[in-house]
């Protein structure tokens, strides 16, 4: 079936530095793959999506691309601020081939030092 | 805010006993989805409905059940409580295929 393998966390770095999150995904066909952020204490929130190859998701400084030949969806991060401070989950859902599921990573636990 | 409400926000009950979590989807969105989120389980999807009808089923356990209304809102039914089942249960929801939004989360606390 289909699966997401993500980075394993902790994560800790210092304010401003570069932020990479590493995914990748096993499925069948074109899945559509997201990015969610879950802060202390709340729900999960999109944080972006790509639905085809080569496709670039990006939001609040975030960004991610879709690349089918390395089946990889990683995460990136230019300067990253104490309030990115999260859990980050990478997943997948697969409606074309009837799997309209999230499928969901482990998660990776991100501190971020002032 | 994702325009998911769910309630109750915590709940503690005992062994033995059953409980009702409730979700009301976003406005216009057909599908609801019930996740599961625990420590050494991770996020695991349970089960989901479309206008009404169930959609799929995932790591759903025969004790659990679920049904959604006419007026979309969806319920999870949680019974024989076992200490195991302590988790955070989120409903999400969307338009089928596509991205999902969820809501706060109940916590069930099971002693």
């Known amino acids: 079936g289909d699966s997401v393998t993500q980075m394993e966390g902790p994560v800790t770095l210092s304010e401003e530095a570069f932020l990479t999150i590493n995914c990748t995904y096993t499925a069948t066909g074109y899945p559509s793959l997201f990015w969610y952020v879950q802060y202390p204490g709340e729900g999960l929130q999109l944080l972006l999506k790509a639905t085809k190859a080569d496709d670039k998701g990006s939001n609040k400084g975030f960004e991610a691309t879709y690349r089918k030949e390395t089946t990889s969806f990683h995460l990136e991060k230019g300067s990253v601020q104490v309030s990115d401070s999260a859990v980050y989950f990478c997943a997948l859902t697969n409606p074309n081939f009837g799997n309209e599921k999230l499928t969901f990573g482990t998660g990776t636990r991100l501190t971020i030092i002032p | ?76 039914n949680l019974s024989s409580l076992e200490l195991g089942d302590s988790a955070l249960y989120f409903c999400a929801s969307g338009l089928a295929g596509n991205e999902q939004y969820f809501g706060p989360g109940t916590r069930l606390t099971v002693t």
């Not at chain 2, 998911?4 to 057909?30: E, N």
């Not at chain 2, 991770?42 to 007026?71: C, M, T």
């Open chain 2, 1 to 76: 805010d994702s325009g998911v409400t769910q309630t109750p926000k915590h709940l503690i009950t005992a062994t033995g006993q059953r409980v009702t979590l409730r979700c009301s989807p976003r406005s216009g969105d057909l599908s609801v989805y019930w996740y599961q989120q625990s420590l050494d389980q991770g996020l695991q999807f349970l089960i989901q409905y479309y206008n009404g009808e169930e959609r799929a089923k995932g790591n759903i356990l025969e004790r659990f059940s679920a049904q959604q209304f006419p007026d979309l809102h969806s319920e999870l």
